[in-house]
């Protein structure tokens, strides 16, 4: 992994709701090939992620790595940190100020800033997705291929239930991070992901069932790593993805761009269901050709983009090793 030391400073930034920032720092990483010597990957990492996508510490590492899918002999894999998701220094306090599409706009100026004409990809799960979307709508050109995973292009009025219910426990719990993440927990997996893994086992040690002993040890894990202001920013990004709002429609907006988009579900996510994805797919086959829907089948659930790297391996294949056999 490349670490640039200097962040892109993006200035006079002003946002969807009017609230200007003098100085935003954007973070990133690249690994890989050299920039601009290779096809470039930019990969958005979701809510508690950051721009460590490969290497040793890489939250993706299975599907992002010398031979994996996503070849770093191949491709620069770039990846930026959201701003304020407390992988550095730079915090922001009004989580409010922000939407889904501020951050898109903020990706696309370091992408600028780095000289890239165009990506041969963007792909992200959940949030990381949602952001993809609104980047693609905002810049039709910037990439080849758009891969958004476990996402849509618009929170759903579930979705945004629960992150309103992230909302109300991140200000009013006593411990926000750990009970959140004990609350999340629940729409990354599924119903049938935990009786798998626990069949109502009972922790002997603390006497209480081994699925509440497994959600208090994510809750205290992510306390310990995470920021109460990073969890209330990514929470309320998660909640305002729409490419559509205060915008034109749909349609308008996607029958600008050329780039294939490869929609990839999961059959047992209870947070971007697969449902909405097929929707979406059957929407947009309406008035574009090169569009695609796959689905990964697990019982996981939501986190399923993290956990079934063979099934991903496999539905992405042709587009990363379509490049590797035309070079």
């Known amino acids: 992994m490349e670490n640039i030391p200097n962040p892109i400073i993006i ?5 969807e709701s009017g609230a200007s920032y003098h100085s935003i720092p954007l973070h990133f990483t690249l690994a890989g090939q050299p920039l601009h010597s290779a096809p470039i990957v930019l990969v958005n990492h979701a809510l508690t992620g950051n721009s460590q996508v490969t290497g040793e510490n890489g939250w993706w590492n299975d599907l992002i ?22 992988t550095n220094s730079f915090l922001i306090e009004n989580y409010l100020d922000f939407t889904a599409r501020d951050i898109a706009k903020i990706f696309i100026e370091g992408v600028k800033a780095l000289q890239i004409e165009k990506l041969f990809a963007i792909i992200g799960g959940s949030v990381g997705g949602g952001i993809a979307w609104e980047i693609l709508a905002l810049a039709p050109n910037i990439t080849e291929n758009l891969i958004p995973i476990a996402s849509d292009w618009k929170s759903t009025d579930w979705l945004i239930a629960n992150c309103f219910l992230q ?23 599924s119903p049938e992901s935990f009786k798998e893994k626990f069949q109502r086992t009972i922790n002997q040690e603390l006497l209480i069932f081994n699925i509440e002993s497994w959600l208090a040890h994510h809750g205290k894990k992510l306390q310990k790593r995470f920021q109460l202001s990073s969890y209330k920013l990514m929470n309320q990004l998660l909640k305002t993805i729409d490419i559509t709002r205060n915008s034109e429609s749909f349609e308008n907006l996607l029958s600008q761009t050329k780039a294939s988009i490869h929609i990839v579900g999961i059959n047992s996510d209870l ?35 993290l956990i079934e790297y063979k099934q991903l391996d496999h539905l992405l294949a042709d587009i990363f090793k379509a490049e590797t056999i035309k070079k």
Do not use: W
């Not at 200000?171 to 609350?183: G, Y």
């Not at 695609?292 to 659930?301: A, C, K, N, R």
């Open 11 to 15: 200035q006079e930034f002003i946002t």
């Open 65 to 86: 790595g010398e031979g994996k899918t996503i070849d770093t002999s191949v491709y620069t894999i770039l990846a930026f940190d959201v701003p304020g998701n407390g």
């Open 167 to 189: 909302e109300q426990i991140l200000n009013n719990s006593s411990k926000p991070i750990e009970d959140a993440r004990i609350h999340a927990m629940l729409c990354y997996r």
């Open 271 to 305: 947070f971007f269901t697969a449902k909405e994805n097929v929707e979406t797919y059957e929407e947009l086959k309406k008035f574009k050709d090169n569009v695609f829907y796959s689905e990964i089948d697990s019982v996981h659930g939501h986190d399923a983009f």
